[in-house]
């Protein structure tokens, strides 16, 4: 494990990890405000990297929210490339799912974020792989947000979240927005949806993704507070 430290912002330390999980090492980014009680790690999908703007621009406003972030590629840079060419990875919820947990696992380990409640933030086929990882983590995650995710592919695992989960989707998705509804059918932790009116699938529209945003801080907020 390598990490390098620079200062970003006046109350925000920013660090490039390299995460141990499983047999594999992953790269990443984290951003630590002062007095953070709560990180969220971030699990994208459907062929993105911790360079996808949209999560870096959510990221930022966690952080300006006061919690921790951590930006990270669940492939291999050899299996990233060969995801963009044949799809071959991102499906693979398996995969994702324990590339995700062994990641919460080196977090509870790292210096700097062991003593942080922990939080997952889905995108797309990520949004399965982080319900999948709280139901095996139940005692490391304490929040789950999903941003126009795929839950539905979690299948059996939903019922062993115990995780509060946010579902967010646009409006004018309309077959995520069914296949949200059906997932958050099967959970039996406290959970809410919130539709972005007018919302496509990448919430594109001026002030989407600040709504977004607004919603999922509030969420962690609430339930990664040590007094929660």
């Not at 490039?16 to 980014?29: K, P, S, Y």
């Amino acid at each position: 494990m390598t990490s390098k430290t620079t200062e970003y912002a006046p109350a925000r330390l920013t660090h490039d990890v390299t995460i141990l999980a499983g047999d594999v090492e992953l790269e990443g980014m984290l951003a630590i405000p002062a007095a953070a009680q709560g990180l969220v790690a971030f699990a994208h999908g459907s062929g993105s990297s911790r360079f996808s703007g949209r999560n870096q621009r959510v990221a930022t406003a966690l952080n300006q929210a006061g919690l921790a972030t951590l930006l990270f590629d669940l492939l291999t840079p050899l299996e990233h490339d060969r995801d963009v060419e044949t799809s071959e990875y991102r499906f693979d919820i398996g995969l994702l799912a324990g590339r995700l947990t062994g990641t919460i696992d080196w977090l509870a380990g790292y210096g700097v974020t062991q003593t942080l409640r922990y939080g997952l933030f889905g995108a797309s086929t990520g949004a399965a792989a982080a319900l999948i990882s709280a139901s095996e983590r139940p005692h490391l995650v304490h929040a789950v947000v999903s941003r126009g995710g795929r839950p539905d592919l979690a299948n059996d695992a939903l019922g062993q979240v115990q995780a509060p989960t946010l579902f967010i989707v646009g409006g004018a998705d309309t077959e995520v927005l069914e296949l949200n509804r059906w997932a958050a059918a099967r959970l039996h932790c406290p959970h809410e949806t919130v539709i972005i009116p007018r919302a496509g699938h990448l919430f594109e529209a001026p002030g989407q993704l600040e709504e977004v945003s607004r919603v999922a801080s509030a969420w962690f907020n609430r339930y990664l507070a040590s007094e929660y």
